[in-house]
């Protein structure tokens, strides 16, 4: 394939470095975008991939409602930008529920919560900011991370949240089928099971004179089956607009859709058939393929047929068994990692190649908000 990362390989000035491509990005936002729009489904990314500003504004751009964050200090930043934000967490703590509902004072701010505690709590910190909250009701379609598993409980939530009508407002059911990893065209089957699942939350509200309007589900995995859900009202896809080698070996995208790499500096060839990267666990993580856990750590453009089979903090190892011609001692080479969000995170500022092939410094505006 061609490096999209050739130019940028030979311009930064420091390694490891995290590159991210304009041109992929834009038509990477573009194809969704489209697909969307022809399924009546609006898009609301979870801009944990990115943490930038910058990505945000060119998502909103691009026609996304609004925006998708897990952390209260990631939606204090993004608000900057866009006035309508979910927080895809539980905001459970006094801290973040506070800060959530001084936020709702001059935001449209949204939380997916899964308990009446997480309900009570937020109430009180929405009445003492003088602010409303609009909330959605996690529903658990098959993940088993968060979410109430029934559609009594669901509506148990969902009427809670509707007697406190002030602080609070009813916004609609959230969902996350991140279970779900089959191929593409194999996805028909459970996307329908969510969606009788979601079927079934929906109908018993209406009965009890409630309305969802809002449904709110997605991944990048499922994105562009979404419409197999036809509940679903909007998406959260976040890994699509970079991509990475999860998204690759699962078959959702082609290396040529990948649009962030790490540039790399070949430090060592002493050790016989190895070849040793400045870049290891600090910057590409010991996260292994979701569907092919035994194919290292990323995947080389250079030398596809090299594995990256160890990594230390500042050190990955790479096997050159299978290279006819090995990397040279002082190369530069471009990693695609395993998993995009975490290697962005752990990176202080990265470089955006745009579309006249020249580098700008963009900042990582909400990198290691944790809370």
């Not at 470095?17 to 038509?27: A, K, P």
């Not at 927080?87 to 009446?116: F, G, K």
């Amino acid at each position: 394939m061609v490096n999209t990362f050739e130019n940028a390989k030979e311009r930064v000035t420091q390694t490891p470095s995290l590159v991210i491509d304009e041109h992929t990005v834009r038509q990477n936002l573009s194809r969704l975008q489209t697909y969307a729009d022809s399924h009546k489904i609006a898009i609301r990314p979870h801009t944990k991939t990115h943490k930038s500003q910058q990505l945000a504004r060119m998502q909103l751009e691009s026609g996304c409602r609004g925006l998708t964050v897990a952390k209260v200090g990631e939606a204090a930043v993004m608000s900057e930008v866009c006035d309508d934000i979910l927080i895809a967490y539980p905001a459970i703590d006094l801290s973040r529920r506070t800060r959530i509902a001084e936020l709702a004072r001059n935001h449209t701010m949204r939380v997916a919560l899964d308990s009446l505690q997480g309900i009570d709590s937020l109430a009180e910190s929405a009445t003492a900011a003088g602010s409303c909250v609009g909330v959605l009701v996690d529903v658990n379609v098959g993940m088993n991370r968060t979410g109430v598993s029934t559609a009594q409980e669901a509506l148990a939530l969902a009427t809670a949240v509707a007697r406190y009508e002030g602080p609070l407002r009813l916004d609609g059911i959230f969902f996350y089928p991140g279970h779900i990893w089959e191929p593409a065209q194999e996805q028909q089957a459970p996307l329908q099971e969510v969606d009788e699942r979601l079927g079934e939350v929906i109908e018993l509200w209406r009965s009890a004179g409630l309305q969802a309007s809002i449904v709110s589900g997605g991944s990048t995995p499922t994105a562009y089956q979404s419409h197999w859900v036809s509940s679903q009202t909007e998406i959260r896809p976040g890994t699509h607009i970079l991509n990475d080698m999860n998204t690759v070996r699962a078959g959702f995208c082609d290396l040529r859709d990948c649009g962030a790499a790490i540039v790399c500096t070949i430090v060592s060839t002493a050790v016989s058939g190895k070849a040793v990267i400045d870049a290891g666990s600090k910057t590409l993580t010991n996260d292994r393929n979701v569907t092919q856990p035994d194919s290292g750590f990323g995947h080389c453009l250079e030398y596809p047929a090299a594995r990256i089979t160890r990594l230390s903090e500042e050190h990955g190892e790479l096997d050159l068994s299978d290279c006819a011609n090995p990397p040279a001692l002082g190369e530069r080479v471009t990693i695609i990692p395993n998993h995009i969000c975490p290697c962005v995170n752990l990176q202080t500022q990265m470089q955006f190649q745009t579309l006249d092939g020249s580098l700008t410094a963009m900042e990582i505006d909400t990198r290691g908000m944790t809370s």
